[in-house]
């Protein structure tokens, strides 16, 4: 596994899966093995926390139902009582994409950084959008909300609602493969002035130095965009079903 900035700003092909039936061979990127290992992570996590539960909460069990309870009062802030049914979604899409935006700490490439990622998360809103917008209001209701507030609105109308899974994907590609290009640069530089100033090949100002652009670039950024994507996710579903 290749570390973010060691080469290119796009993700790189980890292993082949070769000589599959009917298929042949797969090439598998780096946005996918580290995928797999987010949802790994939270697999584990989930089975472990929700193990041997008690009553009276202790330790592990006690984190974890502030983390629910958070998440719970999120969705019922944001699509309302009725919605309440939303919050595993919200806090499972709230808590992959947080972790894929910070995982760059580690030293691997965020899986958002990918547009394959982010599009996928967002046409999946979009599909949630449409679907539960003409379950909750019927085809003939929810097609009325495109001729608000005036018929000739209709074209209008329907890209605008074509542009929103565009928006929420690109916006969270934007911001953090802005961040990853960033912080790529700020290596290359600082690993040229360690061989301007002092001739050595090891990158000396490379420890310590981009510690604080990587609090922002990846945690205090990552988290606020995960937070902004799912805020987003929450209105427009809430919204179609009202």
């Not at 990853?180 to 530089?189: D, K, N, R």
Request: proline letters at 5%; aromatic letters at 12%.
């Amino acid at each position: 596994m290749n570390l973010v900035g060691s080469e290119g700003f796009g993700p790189r092909i980890v292993f082949t899966l070769r000589d599959l039936p009917f298929v042949g061979d797969i090439p598998v990127s780096e946005t996918v093995t580290v995928t797999w290992m987010i949802i790994f992570v939270l697999l584990v996590f989930s089975i472990v926390a929700t193990r041997n539960m008690k009553r009276e909460a202790k330790g592990l069990q006690l984190v974890v139902e502030q983390i629910v309870s958070v998440v719970n009062n999120l969705t019922k802030q944001n699509m309302g009582e009725r919605n309440y049914m939303w919050a595993p979604f919200v806090g499972t899409l709230l808590f992959f994409i947080g972790i894929s935006n910070i995982i760059g700490l580690l030293g691997f490439r965020p899986p958002t950084g990918d547009l394959n990622t982010t599009m996928c998360l967002s046409i999946t809103t979009f599909v949630l959008t449409q679907f539960f917008g003409v379950k909750s209001k019927g085809l003939g209701g929810y097609g009325k909300g495109f001729l608000q507030p005036m018929p000739f609105l209709l074209p209008l109308n329907i890209i605008g609602e074509l542009a929103n899974p565009v928006s929420l994907g690109f916006r969270l590609f934007g911001n953090i493969t802005a961040g990853i290009i960033i912080m790529s640069l700020l290596y290359g530089a600082l690993g040229s002035l360690t061989d301007s100033l002092f001739g050595l090949a090891v990158p000396l100002f490379q420890v310590g130095v981009p510690a604080v652009f990587h609090i922002y670039f990846d945690m205090f950024a990552g988290l606020l965009q995960s937070f902004i994507f799912t805020m987003l996710t929450m209105v427009f579903i809430s919204g179609a079903m009202e």
